[in-house]
C-alpha cells in the first residue's frame, strides 16, 4: 500500500502546480482576447495551448488523490470504530 505522507505531498505539488497552470492559462486567455496586454497575441496562443495537456492531467490527479486518501481514512475508521 501507499503510504499516506507520500500521497499527501505528491498532492500538495499537483495542487499548487495546478493552482499555477490555471493562473497561466486565464492570463494567456484574457491576453488573446484583449483584456490585458502582457505579451504579443501569437505568443500568448501557444502558452495557452502549451497549458491544456498539463491542465486536464493535474485535474484528474489531484482530485484523484484527494478521494483515495479520504476513502482510505474512512476505511481505517471504520476498522477502528
Excluded: E
Excluded at 60 to 70: D, L
Aim: proline share 4%; with cysteine; aromatic share 12%.
Amino acid at each position: 500500500m501507499v503510504n499516506i505522507k507520500y500521497l499527501r505531498m505528491i498532492d500538495r505539488i499537483a495542487a499548487w502546480t495546478l493552482f499555477g497552470v490555471i493562473i497561466i492559462f486565464l492570463v494567456s486567455g484574457w491576453n488573446m482576447t484583449g483584456r490585458i496586454q502582457l505579451f504579443p497575441a501569437h505568443i500568448a496562443l501557444r502558452i495557452h495551448r502549451l497549458t491544456h495537456i498539463p491542465l486536464l492531467i493535474l485535474l484528474f490527479t489531484h482530485p484523484a488523490i484527494c478521494v483515495y486518501r479520504t476513502i482510505i481514512r474512512w476505511r481505517r475508521k471504520k476498522r477502528k470504530g
